[in-house]
Nanobody, 119 residues
């Protein structure tokens, strides 16, 4: 199970930190990702962090967003600074997880957390 939280209403230029915690039977987690979907638009990948901590960002988010993870807590974070109205969207976490050492990785989605940036 994935539980995402941290969204809310913020003014332009403000900051938010999203969190997404995995629970249940977990042996290991590989890549962890954040996606977003703005109203009336297709969803898009925001950022990825590997199990070793390697990160990737969409170009227009570099310098504003920071993804991180706490492997002990099975949690991924997204720190968002200098927010703009166009960042308004539902943000979803997505992870590759295996529950035992013998199982393959399975992809899981969390429920969305809504971020609204007012102008």
């Amino acid at each position: 199970q994935l539980q995402a939280y941290g969204g809310g209403l913020v003014q332009t230029g403000g900051s938010l930190r999203l969190s997404c915690a995995a629970s249940g039977t977990i042996f290991s987690i590989d890549d962890m990702r954040w996606y977003r979907q703005a109203p009336g638009k297709q969803g898009e990948l925001v950022s990825t962090i590997s199990s070793s901590g390697t990160t990737n960002y969409r170009d227009f988010m570099k310098g504003r967003f920071t993804i991180s993870r706490d492997n002990a807590k099975n949690t991924v974070y997204l720190r968002m600074n200098s927010l703009k109205p166009e960042d308004t969207a539902a943000y979803y976490c997505n992870i590759d997880l295996r529950s035992t050492r013998f199982s393959t990785f399975t992809n899981y989605w969390g429920q969305g957390t809504l971020v609204t940036v007012s102008s």
